[in-house]
């Protein structure tokens, strides 16, 4: 009895085990697809070549489905009827079903775009209108204003960047960090490619002309035994409450960790598992007569300045800055720097003193999106209320460092002219023209001093 037992347990999981090799496709065919829409991942193109739009076509389907809805008859509605009705149900078909070639996307003159995705040279502005196809069935137009190219120019500015690693004394359940050149080096690279736009095709992006390189040099002229790399032993006697704790820590000038912010960008990187991923603020200082909207900033004599710390350089978490994608929001450093130089947030949001989307716009930067939930998604749209979205919502793929939770790997040709005005009218953050912490030499400290 028990081998019979056995031998049916075998069978029951040979045949288990045979079904699940079994696939059943169920492909939709033209006649299925009864609506299309499509999308761009922006509404702006910038035509330099480079710069792609990518449009997303979705399709839908048509569903007749019994309708037993009860009917009320007689004066006073005191009749009730259930007759049978059909009812029609608009659905999104899955793409993984829908036969590739069967989706087609093809510009106002009737040419197919290939793969979906457009670019150009040609420099005359002008608006573009696409649209899907599926076999005689299209879709809605869309359009895309191809921009005008930025006539200025940027020349490349080079910044120096001095990591001040703020190591804790041991203590039990705080993890320790071991940061090295590789690390530095590593999201310098990242940072580069972000601001020299090498690795995004946004359909926006541009390159800011700004390099980052890691300091050879302490503020006394000696090497560094790892380039860019500060270390500090914390005292076991110190405590941090918060962030302005570590600013006080740093700002007392026995220890020297603020290096001279004319030749240096200072970063501290600290040990604070409760805190945030970085502590950055945009520049406090301008020079006497200029303005920047959205800049809280005031002419300050320089021989008083810096006050604080975060003046001239910001806090990175060790956590985040070694393992970016340990954190919620996907830390990504240049996202602090685009903070340090100017940028603010693109999500709209709203406190007890209003709300920060001012003229349709959170970051008087005309090419960035605005949008209003997160999701933790890199696809967001326009609508203030999820529950409430029309045909006014507009929907696309988040590319930019200042959205929240994104890609974060483009910024655009508006963002660089706001970080280049903020270079040229900010002196805390002229740390380019001095050559000091990469050579040593004194003659390029007394150039700048």
């Known amino acids: 009895m028990n081998r019979i037992l056995l031998l049916f347990m075998l069978l029951v999981v040979f045949i288990s085990c045979h079904d699940d090799d079994v696939f059943y496709e169920n492909p939709t065919a033209l006649s299925d697809i009864k609506l299309l829409s499509v999308r761009a991942d922006h509404k702006m193109l910038l035509p330099d070549g480079k710069a792609k739009m990518r449009f997303y076509i979705t399709a839908f389907g048509i569903k007749e489905l019994p309708d037993y809805s009860a009917q009320y008859k007689g004066e006073d509605n005191d009749t009730v009827l259930?007759?049978?009705?059909?009812?029609?149900?608009?659905?999104?078909?899955?793409?993984?079903?829908?036969?590739?070639?069967?989706?087609?996307?093809?510009?106002?003159?009737?040419?197919?775009?290939?793969?979906?995705?457009?670019s150009t040279t040609d420099v005359t502005e002008r608006m573009?209108?696409?649209?899907?196809?599926?076999?005689e069935l299209e879709s809605e137009r869309i359009a895309v204003q191809i921009r005008k190219l930025p006539e200025q120019t940027y020349k490349e500015l080079e910044f120096p960047v001095i990591f001040h690693v703020l190591n804790p004394a041991e203590q039990v359940g705080v993890p320790s960090f071991k940061i090295t050149e590789e690390v530095v080096k590593k999201n310098l690279e990242r940072l580069n490619d972000v601001f020299g736009r090498v690795v995004t095709t946004d359909p926006n992006g541009a390159d800011a002309r700004i390099k980052f390189v890691a300091a050879k040099y302490d503020v006394s002229g000696m090497k560094l035994a790892e380039e860019g790399i500060h270390?500090?032993?914390?005292?076991?006697?110190?405590?941090?409450?918060?962030?302005?704790?570590?600013?006080?820590?740093?700002?007392r000038n026995e220890l020297n960790l603020i290096y001279d912010y004319r030749h240096y960008l200072n970063i501290w990187l600290i040990n604070y598992p409760q805190g945030a991923n970085a502590s950055v603020k945009s520049p406090t200082v301008i020079l006497s007569?200029?303005?920047?909207?959205?800049?809280?900033?005031?002419?300050?004599?320089?021989?008083?300045f810096p006050e604080k710390p975060r003046d001239v350089g910001f806090f990175i978490n060790m956590s985040a800055f070694l393992n970016p994608?340990?954190?919620?929001?996907?830390?990504?450093?240049?996202?602090?720097m685009a903070q340090f130089f100017g940028l603010l947030s693109t999500q709209a949001s709203e406190n007890y003193e209003g709300s920060n989307l001012v003229n349709g716009d959170t970051d008087y930067c005309p090419d960035t999106y605005y949008y209003?939930?997160?999701?933790?998604?890199?696809?967001?749209?326009?609508?203030?209320?999820?529950?409430?979205?029309?045909?006014?919502?507009?929907?696309?793929?988040?590319?930019?460092?200042?959205?929240?939770?994104?890609?974060?790997?483009?910024?655009?040709?508006?963002?660089?002219?706001r970080i280049r005005e903020h270079i040229e009218k900010c002196p805390s953050r002229w740390?380019?023209?001095?050559?000091?912490?990469?050579?040593?030499?004194?003659?390029d400290w007394e150039a700048i001093n």
């Open 372 to 417: 209003w939930n997160d999701n933790s998604s890199v696809l967001k749209n326009t609508s203030k209320e999820e529950d409430s979205m029309d045909e006014n919502t507009e929907y696309f793929t988040s590319y930019n460092v200042m959205d929240r939770y994104s890609w974060k790997n483009s910024i655009t040709v508006d963002q660089v002219a």
């Open 289 to 304: 007569g200029e303005y920047i909207p959205g800049l809280n900033a005031q002419w300050w004599p320089l021989d008083q």
């Open 82 to 118: 259930y007759v049978p009705r059909v009812a029609c149900d608009t659905f999104r078909i899955p793409d993984d079903v829908i036969p590739a070639g069967v989706l087609k996307l093809y510009d106002e003159h009737g040419n197919e775009v290939p793969d979906a995705i457009y």
């Open 231 to 251: 270390n500090w032993e914390i005292s076991a006697s110190e405590s941090f409450e918060d962030i302005d704790d570590y600013e006080e820590y740093v700002r």
């Open 431 to 443: 740390m380019y023209k001095s050559k000091y912490a990469l050579t040593g030499l004194r003659e």
């Open 128 to 135: 573009l209108y696409f649209y899907a196809k599926s076999g």
């Open 325 to 336: 994608m340990s954190s919620t929001d996907f830390f990504e450093i240049s996202n602090p």
